[in-house]
Nanobody, 122 residues
Framework: VQLQASGGGLVQAGGSLLLSCRVP???????TGWFRRFPGKEREFLATISRSGTTTAYAEFLEGRFTVSRDTGTNTVFLQMNSLKVEDTAVYYCAVDKGPYGVQWAGGYDYWGQGTLVTVSS
């Protein structure tokens, strides 16, 4: 069973990207989160969305630039990233929470997708 994250790429500072994560049916009863990792660093929490899509939570440092959403019909979770900065350059991951509501630490997630690289140029 594997998550499929996609949508990364090269974008100029100030631009936008939409990341997608196809969640296998097996995990649709759980929350899904987005994280990123900088080289040599631990994964950093960005956002999470409950299994129903009605509850979301974000890392405070994002200041409203990113939005997480869920299409329950296609079992796809999205991360809309706006006003991107050079310092947002990282590998981005989606992950399935152990429960239905979503937590803000990596240890609460037990299935991880392969990361997608986001590069923001100046």
């Amino acid at each position: 069973v594997q998550l499929q994250a996609s949508g990364g790429g090269l974008v100029q500072a100030g631009g936008s990207l939409l990341l997608s994560c196809r969640v296998p049916h097996t995990f649709t009863s759980r929350a899904t989160g987005w994280f990123r990792r900088f080289p040599g660093k631990e994964r950093e929490f960005l956002a999470t969305i409950s299994r129903s899509g009605t509850t979301t939570a974000y890392a405070e440092f994002l200041e409203g630039r990113f939005t997480v959403s869920r299409d329950t019909g296609t079992n796809t979770v999205f991360l809309q990233m706006n006003s991107l900065k050079v310092e947002d350059t990282a590998v981005y991951y989606c992950a399935v929470d152990k429960g239905p509501y979503g937590v803000q630490w990596a240890g609460g997630y037990d299935y991880w997708g392969q990361g997608t690289l986001v590069t923001v140029s100046s």
